[in-house]
């Protein structure tokens, strides 16, 4: 599954996919390191229930219920938060672990986010883009909150 | 008379009310980097952009268009406090160092791993990538399967400590990326390494 989704996206060279270990951990775009109260994934159209440690995947959208809190951390080390009544989708992500390029696309679709932006903001000022109903922010780094009642 | 005057200024209340500030849509704050550094985030509203670059710089989006304002460490702590400690704890980068040729730790990173342990034991879920590396003294024949060797003693140290093995993976790059760009055949010793990154 990992190795199919690196061949897609072609983030490895032949020669690293190669010489990659047999051990390479199922870490998708990003996990779950983090979860407080009511917090579920929208993913293909289902809604799973939330683990700390679960892998998230391109598209997926994390939601938090009244009482809810969730913290991501990115392959890019970009960390994130969400607060209560939460709604983060993680509409685009790509990153080359070697050249640290790629594009991080998400959106608030309401409640609070607090952000640490990673490597893809710090190789390039236009990588990382977060939007909201009202506004686009492009994030050149590095730590910043937004509430969107 | 009186009612009328009453009525009047009960009017006039409810214009005045009528037109009070458009709520926010939106909110953003720059917060300070932990590390120090310059930062900026741009906002863009329709065809308005404004961009945050000091600390708690911050912006109103509101029906109206863009309403830029300077919050405070109080303001954020206020609105955004719990959501920030919710935050997961930046990742942690080690670099562990090897006899050449082989895939034995140095005296030094042998005590260096002790505090790899301890990063990871203050992590509930951690996750652990440990990439090993050779210098280019060697063929990748060679070279391929040692720094893969290097990697996998760093990962059998950490789950012989405890570590579950399914949070730790480990790989090899050969010689092709070198920490000290150096000529083939060179014996370097900044290079024969194992790369460590705990989330």
Not at chain 2, 54 to 81: C, D, I, K, M, N
Not at chain 2, 109 to 118: G, H, I, N
Not at chain 2, 164 to 181: I, M, N, Q, S
Request: hydrophobic share 45%.
């Amino acid at each position: 599954m990992v190795l199919l989704s690196r061949l897609l996206a072609g983030a490895l060279p032949l020669a690293l996919l190669l010489a990659a270990g047999s051990a390479v951990a199922a870490e998708g775009i990003g996990q779950i390191k983090t979860a407080k109260g009511q917090v579920s994934v929208d993913r293909g159209g289902r809604a799973l229930s939330v683990q700390v440690g679960m892998p998230l995947a391109a598209a997926d959208v994390v939601r938090t219920g009244a009482d809810g809190y969730a913290g991501i951390t990115m392959r890019d080390d970009s960390l994130l938060s969400i607060g209560p009544n939460s709604v983060l989708a993680l509409e685009r992500f790509d990153f080359d672990p070697t050249t640290h390029q790629g594009r991080f696309d998400s959106r608030l679709e309401r409640g609070t986010l607090a952000v640490v932006s990673g490597r893809l903001a710090r190789q390039s000022p236009e990588a990382m883009t977060l939007r909201t109903p009202a506004a686009v922010l492009g994030v050149r780094g590095t730590e910043f909150a937004v509430a969107v009642p | 008379m009186i009612r009328r005057l009453a009525s009047a200024l009960l009017a006039l209340g409810l214009a005045a009310c009528a037109t009070p500030p458009a709520p926010p849509l939106a909110t953003v704050v720059l917060l300070p980097d932990a590390g120090g550094r310059q930062t900026a985030v741009t906002v863009t509203q329709g065809s308005q952009t404004h961009v945050l670059d000091q600390p708690y710089a911050a912006a109103h989006l509101t029906a109206e268009g863009l309403r830029p304002f300077q919050s405070s460490a109080q303001e954020v702590q206020a609105q955004f406090g719990a959501v920030i400690a919710a935050r997961p704890l930046p990742p942690a980068r080690f670099t562990l160092y090897f006899v050449e040729g082989k895939d034995e730790l140095t005296p030094d990173s042998k005590l260096l791993l002790e505090e790899v342990f301890a990063e990871i034991a203050r992590r509930p879920v951690p996750d652990v990538v440990a990439i090993g590396h050779t210098d280019s003294v060697g063929t990748d024949a060679v070279n391929d399967p040692l720094s893969r060797s290097r990697a996998e003693v760093v990962r059998r140290a950490l789950i012989a400590r405890g570590v579950p093995a399914d949070r730790v993976a480990a790989a090899g790059r050969g010689k092709r990326e070198p920490a000290v760009p150096t000529a083939d055949g060179v014996a370097e010793p900044r290079n024969r390494r194992v790369e460590i990154v705990v989330r």
